[in-house]
């Protein structure tokens, strides 16, 4: 089962702008990574972000964990056209190794 | 180096049928995961190996899916008397040590399974 659902499904926005996906999940974690998705195939690991931890960057990325809330967010900043693809946020639940995936976010970035 | 690969990339079987699919995992990454991932959704775990034992196979659906790494490095997923639900992108991923600062999980590109 899916741990937690990414909002929006869908985001859409014109080349230079910031995107912004939320994630949110529902059990204690060990730590949360963002995953990049094209077409389908080949998830490319973005960022991991632990639990004691509340703001992580990697060059255009920006990511927040909120554990009293069971959240986090990804910023992309300045947008590329190649950014487009599928975003996932997993988690890695307290005392487990496997990762327990959202429902990803679509990115389109229109050139 | 290598990343993770996998074999095939494409599958289709006919329902009923047996398949394998197989995982090479990077060098020197002690566990390995296999996912499934169906059309719109994340991926969602099957089984973890940490070198040779399934340390946690909780999320394999039902019996007729069963995955070995006897050599605690290449891992073969296999499927019995498939059926149409099973058809997916099968994902194998590998991480240097769980648990720890180098357990970022590594994916290959995934085995699309077409069961007709």
């Known amino acids: 089962s899916q741990q937690g659902e990414e909002d929006p499904q869908a985001l859409s926005i014109q080349e230079g702008e910031n995107a912004t996906m939320n994630c949110s999940y529902k059990?204690?974690?060990?730590?949360l990574q963002w995953y990049r998705q094209n077409s389908g195939r080949g998830l490319v690991h973005l960022i991991l972000i632990r639990s004691n931890e509340r703001e992580k960057h990697s060059g255009r990325l920006r990511v927040t964990l909120d554990t009293s809330k069971k959240s986090s967010s990804l910023l992309i900043t300045a947008s590329r056209a190649a950014d487009t693809a599928s975003y996932f946020c997993a988690t890695v639940r307290t005392g487990a190794n496997n990762l327990f995936f959202g429902t990803g976010t679509r990115l389109t970035v229109i050139p | 180096g290598a990343g993770v690969s996998q074999t095939p990339s494409n599958k289709v079987t006919e329902k009923g049928k047996y398949v394998e699919l197989r995982c090479d995992p990077i060098?020197?990454?002690?566990?390995l995961y296999w996912y499934r991932q169906s059309l719109g959704q994340g991926p969602e775990f099957l089984i973890y190996f940490q070198g040779t034992g399934a340390a946690d196979d909780s999320g394999l659906p039902n019996d007729r899916f069963f995955a070995v790494r006897p050599e605690g490095s290449v891992s073969t997923l296999k499927i019995q008397r498939t059926e149409r639900g099973d058809s997916a992108v099968y994902l194998c991923?590998?991480?240097?040590?769980?648990?720890?600062?180098?357990?970022?999980?590594?994916f290959g590109p995934g085995t699309r399974l077409l069961v007709l």
């Open positions: 991923a590998s991480s240097l040590s769980p648990g720890t600062a180098s357990e970022t999980q590594y």
């Open positions: 060098s020197g990454h002690t566990a």
């Open positions: 059990t204690s974690i060990n730590n």
